[in-house]
């Protein structure tokens, strides 16, 4: 039971933490067919500047600036580079933050060098918050929950109770009439591509000292956010954050549970031996398959439905 | 090299002349004895022993031609955009690593020669298994389940150890003692002439397959797939055909791959391997049937020659990658093939100026970036390696203000050259293609 709550609460934590990554992805992707492989990038750069910042002023005002800096490059960059990719069609787009992502981690080896920076939970929230069943629930995981849960807030009232977060709605399912209403769009698409790398960047800084602040962190989570944007649906943010609590959930879930094919079989009468064709399949344990499940998760919901849990377009 | 298999920028001529057989085929005969002669001119007389250097380069390349062209075979002429190429590719190695196993231990007496036949045979049951999920879908959807499966791949190919062998990877021998002309495959350069042979068995038949209803169907489904479908085809049946058959040249690929290296890891299905099959394949451009091949071979150079002298080898592909999808999004192949009614006009000469204006600033600026890339990644991963930045015997220092002060000139007093050349440049092609236009491309 206790392993259940525990393990509960932490996939939570990496399932909101994948939805503030997510959401950003989801909007540009929907709005603008951007698949954007930079976005991890942001993330991983939203830790890097929080770690620089925070070393001079402190954790506290690098919560705000690093975030505000990834959302500053997010507008030049689309501003400046996407827009005039974007006549050549998406598949260019694409290929054009494939390159950004290339040189986004060069330069962050560059400026930070190859290995791990010390990149630390600030003093205040390093301790215990309270104890269940005997292991701690670290108060920083709280904080990363609650700036989560704030940020998701934010985002719902700024896309439902605003003028310009109706007209983004809008734009998530019909881009070319809202263009057509005379919405200056372009503008719109900058708002949007800096308000996802600003999310991006919030989920690096809060979530690079609760991993590790690493050049190959973008490498290890991007594929993982484009399983839950792709998952959740195009055009829908519910998708996109039912798919990230079910990504967090399944992937922590995955590492206590200790079982394998060859236990169930066991339980129905049929044991298995090395000799047993497919034996190294069958008797592979849960927690090392675990990385392979959000794909194997992936492949299937495409198959069953192509536009994704909850999406309302066409991939 | 002028085979247009896509809508490029300039519409095939309906007027062209007519030319039959090997004569209209000399572009790649001509590449093929390139191929043939140049390990010989790069021999050590005096030892008596090739450059290994320049073979292992060459073989290389020579796989990942096929391997590009492979990839072609989906981005360009089905539309189908994969991450996920490398599996393929990397499925086939693994394959023909056991096959030569097997055949070394006595199982059967398969000659070397043929063992890329293996390696296809790989790659295309994989492709069929794979294929036969990921074309239920087209455009993204395809391109996110290609990209789950070469995840998923990648990780299996970490975690069973029967077939994969695990992280430390498969490792085989190639002199199985079996071979069609007596050959031992001691030498890479023997290996280096198998892979010639088979990368223009690959090409031709590449070639060939795009002059089939297949290959057409496959261009019509990617230009207006429901169309195709009202025509009486079914768009998911030429994917997937498509899908099986770029499986068996990419296995061919890998397969020659195993052969070269004798050693096969998880590298080879994994992302970057799939990223440099895009890489290959876009620069090189997508709408030539000879793009790829151009892409290939420069990206290998660059990748063996840069990698030499940098170690930020990733941050030059990036740019050239980026400033390919913004300014030619036809690749090297459509610049190149933009540049043809003005040659049939016989205008080319008069942009012979306008290009030399042009190179002068363009030198300077790239002279510029070179220079600040490598004092920054000298700065900070070079000082950690202990090296020190050194070109022709002159050590620079970057913690000297002068290089910076040097790149900083070339970049921004460059860089506005640069621009104002471009413009120039600019108008001096708008000038030429209008006189190509009202003349009716007649010379």
């Known amino acids: 039971m206790e392993v259940v709550l525990v393990s509960l609460l932490n996939g939570l934590v990496y399932g909101m933490l994948l939805f503030m990554l997510a959401s950003g992805l989801t909007l540009i992707f929907s709005m603008m067919g951007v698949l954007n492989f930079a976005h991890a990038s942001m993330y991983m750069l939203g830790a890097y500047f929080a770690y620089s910042v925070s070393r001079l002023i402190g954790f506290w005002p690098a919560l705000v600036i690093a975030p505000l800096l990834c959302g500053a490059l997010g507008a030049v960059i689309e501003m400046y580079a996407l827009r005039r990719v974007h006549k050549n069609g998406h598949i260019a787009e694409l290929l054009f933050t494939v390159g950004l992502a290339f040189i986004i981690e060069k330069a962050v080896q560059m400026a930070w060098g190859l290995l791990p920076v010390p990149y630390r939970v600030p003093p205040v929230l390093d301790r215990a918050l309270f104890h269940i069943y005997g292991s701690n629930f670290h108060a920083y995981r709280a904080f990363m929950l609650l700036v989560s849960v704030a940020m998701f807030v934010a985002i719902w009232l700024l896309l439902t109770r605003t003028r310009i977060g109706l007209v983004i709605q809008a734009a998530l399912t019909h881009p070319e009439m809202v263009s057509a209403l005379g919405h200056n769009v372009p503008r719109v698409f900058t708002i949007v591509f800096a308000g996802g790398s600003l999310l991006a960047g919030l989920a690096g800084v809060i979530g690079g000292n609760y991993l590790v602040t690493e050049p190959s962190m973008a490498a290890t989570m991007g594929p993982i956010v484009f399983v839950v944007v792709v998952f959740g649906g195009l055009g829908s943010l519910a998708g996109c954050f039912i798919a990230s609590l079910i990504m967090g959930l399944v992937q922590t879930f995955a590492v206590v549970v200790d079982v394998s094919f060859a236990d169930l079989l066991a339980r129905l ?5 090395s000799s047993t064709p497919l034996a190294e399949v069958l008797t592979i344990p849960l927690p090392r398959v675990g990385a392979l499940l959000p794909y194997l998760m992936l492949i299937l919901v495409l198959l069953v439905k192509p536009r994704g849990l909850m999406g309302t377009r066409d991939t | 090299m002028s085979e247009t298999v896509a809508d490029t920028a300039t519409p095939p001529r309906a007027t062209a002349r007519p030319r039959r057989g090997l004569r209209r085929q000399w572009p790649w005969l001509t590449v093929l004895a390139v191929a043939l002669v140049i390990p010989w001119l790069f021999y050590d007389w005096t030892t008596g022993r090739h450059s290994g250097f320049i073979v292992a380069m060459l073989s290389q390349i020579g796989m990942m031609v096929i391997f590009a062209l492979s990839y072609n075979m989906l981005m360009g002429q089905a539309g189908l955009l994969s991450f996920g190429h490398a599996v393929l590719f990397g499925l086939g190695a693994y394959c023909t690593a056991h096959v030569v196993t097997f055949s070394k231990a006595g199982g059967f007496p398969l000659p070397l020669e043929l063992t890329p036949l293996a390696g296809g045979l790989g790659g295309l049951l994989s492709a069929i298994a794979l294929g036969y999920f990921a074309t239920k879908q087209r455009a993204t959807a395809f391109a996110m389940i290609t990209l789950g499966i070469g995840e998923l791949i990648t990780a299996c190919a970490l975690m069973f150890q029967t077939f994969f062998g695990g992280e430390g990877g498969v490792s085989t021998n190639r002199m199985t003692g079996h071979s069609l002309f007596g050959l031992g495959y001691s030498g890479s350069i023997q290996v280096y002439y198998l892979i010639v ?210 790149a900083a000139l070339l970049l921004g007093p460059g860089g506005l050259w640069l621009r104002r050349a471009v413009r120039r440049f600019g108008a001096a092609w708008a000038a030429v293609s209008d006189e190509v236009k009202t003349a009716g491309g007649r010379p």
């Open chain 1, 269 to 273: 009468g049929i044991t298995v031996t």
């Open chain 2, 197 to 406: 042979a088979w990368t223009a068995i690959a090409i031709a038949l590449m070639l060939l397959l795009t002059r089939t209803p297949l290959g057409r169907m496959a261009n019509a489904c990617r230009d207006n797939f429901e169309r195709a479908q009202f025509v009486g085809y079914d768009p998911r049946m030429v994917r997937f055909l498509q899908f099986a058959l770029s499986g068996f040249f990419a296995g061919i690929a890998g397969a020659l791959y195993t052969l070269t290296y004798e050693i096969v890891t998880f590298d080879t299905v994994a992302a970057s391997m799939s990223a440099n099959a895009l890489l290959m394949t876009y620069i090189g451009g997508v709408g030539v049937f000879a793009g790829p091949v151009v892409g290939a071979v420069l990206i290998v150079l660059l990748q063996s020659w840069v990698s030499l002298l940098s170690n930020s080898w990733l941050v030059y592909a990036g740019v050239l990658f980026i400033l390919m999808v913004t300014f030619a999004p036809g690749g090297l192949a459509g610049l190149v093939l933009m540049h043809a009614p003005i040659r049939r006009a016989g205008r080319l000469r008069r942009l012979a100026g306008p290009y030399l204006r042009l190179a002068v600033p363009s030198l300077l600026v790239v002279l510029g970036f070179v220079l600040a890339v490598e004092l920054c990644s000298f700065l900070t991963i070079g000082a950690a390696q202990g090296k020190s930045l050194t070109v022709h015997g002159l050590t620079i220092d970057p913690h000297h203000a002068t290089p910076w002060v040097v």
